[in-house]
């Protein structure tokens, strides 16, 4: 077996070459590198529709700019998201903020404050729930409407633009973009609160959950190629994995997502399906043993900002036609 030498990483200012030195070093730092390489290829890669897996507070953590990048440039194709990311995203679009907090604090103070707390970011729970009341009078709006989550938030994203014009949103940019946005578990988010709100007010609104599902694995289906970035894991990680399993159930074959890469902080031995490993994946026919892939384990609002940076740094663009919406 011919060993390649470890090569040490000098800093400096080159964010790109910075990155790509890591993936000669060990450990986290070369498994950041490594992503940065494999998604890189995806983005090169004319066949390949990339598909983003958002979980955890990424957008109350600051990470909105960079989800809105990785749209723009055309570093993602279609996205699978928890409501909350979504919930929040709208409410940086409306001039709601978060605010810089402290994990060592008494919550019953904050309570009695009216703050809510996602770790060290606060927030006024007042403006979040006048967030909820403007989504439940939209949902209204709708009546009678039963859909899939991702029509739900490119009509979601057209109020937006309509109502704060000089907002800016990862839901809005998405929507101009043509990249769908999925939500399979949308009701476990203040989404699900405002559409529940909507309901108890008499208004016939629902998301066709299952519709999500068929939508999706269309989208793999119809694709050469399909490459899958998770920040994190959770539920949006294995709606998209599941799309092999379903494909597969309707004749369709596709040996797996050809690229995967995850951000993660869980552990496999935990047996959950956020630390799982993509070779455990193989056992199920959602990645093959050809898929290239690596999972870096490291906090998502340390790696999302460096590769993102290394993306843009490295000026790559999309060969591939943006997707036909469904």
């Given amino acids: 077996m011919e060993l390649n030498p470890r090569r040490p990483v000098s800093p400096n200012r080159d964010v790109p070459s910075l990155v790509h030195a890591m993936s000669m070093t060990g450990f986290q730092g070369r498994k950041l590198g490594e992503s940065f390489k494999i998604w890189s290829t995806m983005i090169q890669d004319p066949d390949c529709t990339i598909i983003l897996g958002l979980s955890g507070a990424m957008v109350p953590a600051g990470m909105q700019e960079c989800l809105i990048k990785l749209v723009t440039h055309r570093y993602v194709d279609a996205i699978v998201s928890t409501g909350a990311n979504i919930f929040h995203d709208i409410a940086e679009h409306l001039s709601i903020n978060h605010y810089l907090g402290h994990h060592c604090v008494d919550d019953a103070t904050l309570y009695e404050k009216g703050i809510d707390r996602i770790y060290d970011v606060f927030a006024y729970e007042d403006e979040f729930r006048s967030v909820d009341q403007k989504v439940a009078a939209f949902a209204e709006s709708l009546a009678p409407y039963h859909a899939s989550s991702?029509?739900?938030?490119?009509?979601l994203?057209?109020?937006?633009?309509?109502?704060?014009?000089d907002g800016r949103s990862l839901t809005a940019t998405a929507a101009q973009a043509g990249v769908p946005i999925y939500i399979p578990a949308l009701c476990d988010s203040s989404l699900g609160i405002a559409l529940t709100v909507a309901r108890r007010r008499g208004a016939e609104v629902a998301i066709d959950q299952i519709a999500d599902a068929d939508e999706l694995t269309r989208i793999v289906e119809d694709a050469k190629k399909t490459g899958v970035v998770y920040i994190g894991g959770g539920v949006p990680k294995n709606f998209i994995q599941q799309t092999q399993v379903i494909a597969s159930m309707h004749g369709h074959d596709l040996g797996g997502h050809a690229y995967a890469v995850q951000y993660t902080t869980d552990a496999p031995h935990w047996g959950?399906?956020?630390?799982?490993?993509?070779?455990?994946?193989?056992?199920?026919?959602?990645e093959s043993t050809k898929t290239r892939s690596v999972q870096c384990f490291c906090d998502a609002t340390i790696a999302l900002p460096i590769v993102t940076s290394a993306l843009l740094g490295s000026g790559l663009t999309r060969a591939r036609p943006v997707l036909d919406r469904p």
Avoid: M, N, Q
């Fill in 150 to 155: 991702a029509d739900f938030t490119h009509r």
């Fill in 157 to 165: 994203a057209r109020y937006l633009v309509a109502t704060a014009p």
């Fill in 272 to 286: 959950g399906l956020s630390g799982c490993t993509f070779e455990e994946a193989i056992s199920w026919g959602k």
